[in-house]
């Protein structure tokens, strides 16, 4: 008889890796797989900084700013030795940007302080404008966290090739096995092949991070339209995710690492900045920039038993039983996944309700309509 698992996550990266280290706690038997490796997605390329939005008190911003304050507690919770809480300075683009700050002020929900761009100079910045300083923001070593969070559970290099119902569990089938699980998460990142979930509109968006050997004392990180890392071990971060023509994985190039270094220039020293390596990913992120944590509807059922759900007909919704999707968290992913992980297994654990920001049905509905529009 094979061994059956409460859940298998399929991706080992931070969101799978979160959810699987929340349901062990709650005493799941949980299996992880992931094709290339813990953190081989976009979660070992990211800079991994933990920090809140900044705006005009959109929903998206309010919803980041609470994952921020979950998440930095958790990280501190639970593996304090890789985050390194160093605060984040966010410094306006330019004088309209500059601006901007004053009105944003009012929406900052997290600690921050106001720092003058001379307090800035004297930390070794070479921002032209006052700036917001949040002193509970910080930096993940991103690769160690997954693996911390992952020391426990039983992780398997294996990729999955199809999910396959059987009576009431889920066999999936793999190169190397057909391994047996009530749940099924798919924590896939950009890669959703496993299910029809058309409607999420998970996209890949390409970005670049690099490490710098430096001597350069430099206590605090910052973001500006690129983010620059504390000083932590003689390593300085630099990183950037905003390449949306780039869809498929490519090559990393110290081309690009390059650029930042020089960009980087003009907000610090770089002169004695060396290239270490460089590391480059895909972050998928959803239609609406808002997670995807959730059930996964069953399509095909819906739209053959209601077809005029394209034509703006609301039945009630079909899930597939068991199935459930972590993903769509875009360039925040460090900062949202402790608390998505959370609200996914209240959900899966104690039958708590999803919160509808973060639900994926709101997507479903429009999703069809735009089918029918393009008959
Ligand atoms: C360059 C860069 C910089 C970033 N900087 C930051 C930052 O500063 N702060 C921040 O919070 N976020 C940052 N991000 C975003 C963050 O990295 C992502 O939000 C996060 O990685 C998403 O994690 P995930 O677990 O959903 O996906 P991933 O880390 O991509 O994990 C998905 C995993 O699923 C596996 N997989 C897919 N299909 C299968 C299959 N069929 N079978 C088995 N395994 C499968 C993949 O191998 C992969 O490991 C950055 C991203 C990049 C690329």
Known sequence: MSKTYD????????????????????????????????ASGGSGAAGAFVSPKIGKGSALQTLTNEAFEYAKDFYLRTCPEHFHQTGVIRI??????????????????????????????????????????????????????????????????????????????????????????????????????????RYMGIRGTWGTREDFGST????????????????????????????????EVVSCSETQALTLKEKASSLIDTSDLELKEVFC?????????????GKVIDVPYMLETCPAIVRGAKPVLKHIDNLYVLNGLGGRGFVFAPLMAEILAKHMTQGLEIDKR?????LFLKWCRKLGSRE
């Open 281 to 293: 990913g895909m972050r998928a992120g959803s239609k609406d920039y808002f997670p995807l944590v």
């Open 216 to 247: 350069l004392d430099l206590n605090v990180s910052m973001h500006q339209s690129m983010s620059v890392g504390a000083n932590v071990d003689g390593i300085i971060k630099l990183g950037a995710t905003h390449e949306k023509e780039v869809k």
């Open 92 to 197: 306006p683009k330019d004088e309209a940007d500059a601006q901007k700050f004053f009105e944003y002020e009012k929406y900052n929900e997290n600690s921050y302080e106001w720092y003058s761009k001379e307090r800035l100079h004297a930390l070794g910045i070479e921002a032209g404008f006052d700036s917001f300083f949040f002193p509970e923001a910080g930096d993940c070593d991103a690769p160690k966290v997954c693996q911390f969070l992952l020391s426990d559970i039983e992780v398997r290099i294996e990729e999955v090739l199809q999910l396959q119902k059987e009576n009431q569990l889920y066999q999936l089938l793999t190169p190397h096995s057909s391994l047996l699980t009530k749940n099924v998460v798919l924590a896939t990142g950009y890669e959703s092949t496993l299910a029809d979930l």
């Open 358 to 362: 973060v639900n994926p049905d709101r």
């Open 7 to 38: 859940t298998i996550i399929v991706g080992a990266g931070i969101a799978g890796a979160t959810l699987a280290y929340v349901l062990t706690q709650q005493h799941q038997k949980v299996l992880v797989l992931d094709k290339k490796g813990i």
